[in-house]
């Protein structure tokens, strides 16, 4: 779609500002924010909240590797109906994001699809086999500033503490995935009284936990950024929060799914709900929630875990972890009434931008001479997952037949609508 565009009559919200408006993009910029603009073509917005496009700080692309689950297309696309318009692409591919050419090749994929921007993320240590480090200052000179093993966490003290230390001289984050590995052997789902009940192996909250609380101490040492992954428990809330009290440079995520799920899903046996963290209990959505409140977590990320269909429906205990989320986060969230519209600007785009340090060009006020790449939402508009019509390669959603509320109606991504009324572009 060539010349300007008009989003007519949204309600814009940026920092400082909630207004009534029109904006208008020409040349990938946001041109003009104003009453009555006129452009080449309109896009109506009216009942609509028009924010900056959400920034994911946690998206399984599995390119290269795993393209039966998903492609770098498929995820940005997903990404796009869910308002993204940036993507953290996690290294667990195969090969693992470790070096230059796997990061290049990420990166040009995620152009040539051209829906939304594909960040790859680095891995920590090679192969994300934990044993040495991956060429951090390698990765770092082509660009890469979030470093993480997601899927597995750091297991050796003295390797992750030389990784903090790397990190903190080439100014780049390490994102930790905290689960000590001894703790979670042969564990499909939290350690608690139904777990037992059930007869499914528990996997306790004190092996997240024990990770966050030997990271946060890493961090006072080494004077590093760290963000911590998927935080599923209340005492991890409590010790992210303690640690932002003392005044360390940490962050925190949750995901829609921890949000709103709890352990007693996996009494179906029915692998869609086995995720790693596992879901927890409502007293953790509690305290997740409350920690979204306070700023103890900074961002919704989606953990987006597709799998292919023949591999969810092994059992409980063979069937990988993981769910779907691009699509469905908005809508998730919003239905569970955690926090104020303005919050989940906050958590979905302003903040991730920041922490994935793309911050000049995503999460940016809706604001002439910044770049369009926005997000134009209905927080009302009540809806459930048409399976058939996912853009996601996979179908491992937890979500089918809840209802969700608020849905993404236009996404522009460099000055380009991505998502008009809904539809993805092709
Ligand atoms: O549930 C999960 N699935 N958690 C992770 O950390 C990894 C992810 C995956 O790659 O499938």
Redesign the pocket.
């Known amino acids: 779609m060539s010349g300007s565009i008009v989003i007519k009559n949204g309600t814009i919200i940026n920092r400082t500002l909630q207004l009534v408006v029109d904006v208008k993009i020409e040349n990938g910029f946001v041109a003009e924010v104003g009453k009555n603009l006129k452009g080449d073509t309109q896009l109506d917005a009216s009942g609509c909240i028009v924010s900056s496009g959400f920034v994911d700080l946690h998206a399984?692309l599995?390119e290269p590797g795993k393209e039966e689950a998903e492609t770098i297309e498929t995820g940005s696309r997903a990404g796009a109906l869910g308002g993204y318009t940036a993507l953290v692409a996690?290294p667990?591919t195969d090969p693992p994001q470790d070096s230059v050419a796997v990061i290049d090749f990420v990166r040009e994929q995620g152009k040539r699809a051209g829906l939304v921007d594909v960040v790859p993320s680095g891995c920590i240590t090679l192969g994300r086999l934990g044993e040495s480090l991956a060429p951090m200052a390698e990765l770092a000179r082509a660009g890469v500033t979030f470093f993480t093993d997601?899927?597995?966490g750091v297991q050796d003290a003295a390797l992750m503490r030389r990784a903090l230390e790397y990190a903190r001289g080439l100014g780049v984050t390490l994102a930790q995935?905290c689960?000590v590995a001894e703790l979670t052997k042969g564990a499909v789902m939290n350690e608690c009284r139904c777990c037992t009940d059930l007869g499914l192996p528990g996997w306790p909250a004190i092996a997240e936990e024990l990770m966050v609380f030997r990271d946060i101490e890493l961090v006072r040492i080494t004077g590093a950024s760290m963000h911590f992954?998927?935080l599923s428990t209340k005492r991890s809330v409590e010790l992210v929060r303690a640690g932002k009290r003392d005044g360390l440079p940490i962050t925190a995520e949750v995901t829609p799914h921890h949000l709103s799920l709890t352990e007693e899903l996996l009494g179906s046996y029915n692998p869609v709900f086995?995720?790693?963290?596992p879901l927890r209990s409502a007293g953790d959505i509690q305290a997740l929630k409350a920690g979204l409140l306070d700023g103890t977590i900074d961002a919704i990320a989606t953990?987006h875990?597709?799998?292919p269909r023949r591999d969810k429906e092994m059992s409980l205990d063979m069937a990988?972890?993981?769910?779907l989320g691009l699509e469905t986060a908005l809508g998730v969230v919003l239905a569970e009434g955690a926090c104020e519209i303005r919050d989940i600007v906050a958590l979905m785009s302003w903040n991730p931008a920041k922490i994935a340090r793309i911050d000049k060009t995503h999460g940016c006020d809706v604001a002439a001479g910044n770049k369009a790449n926005l997000c134009v939402f209905d927080p009302e508009l009540t809806w459930s997952i048409d399976i058939n019509r996912l853009a996601s390669k996979s179908v491992n959603t937890p979500y089918l037949g809840r209802t969700l509320r608020g849905r993404v109606r236009h996404t522009i991504f460099n000055g380009s609508p991505t998502v008009i009324d809904g539809q993805a572009r092709r």
């Not at 086995?274 to 963290?277: A, G, I, L, S, T």
């Not at 990988?320 to 769910?323: L, R, S, Y």
């Open positions: 399984h599995r996690m667990n997601d899927g597995n995935h689960e992954l998927h086995k995720v790693n963290p953990d875990a597709p799998h990988p972890p993981g769910m």
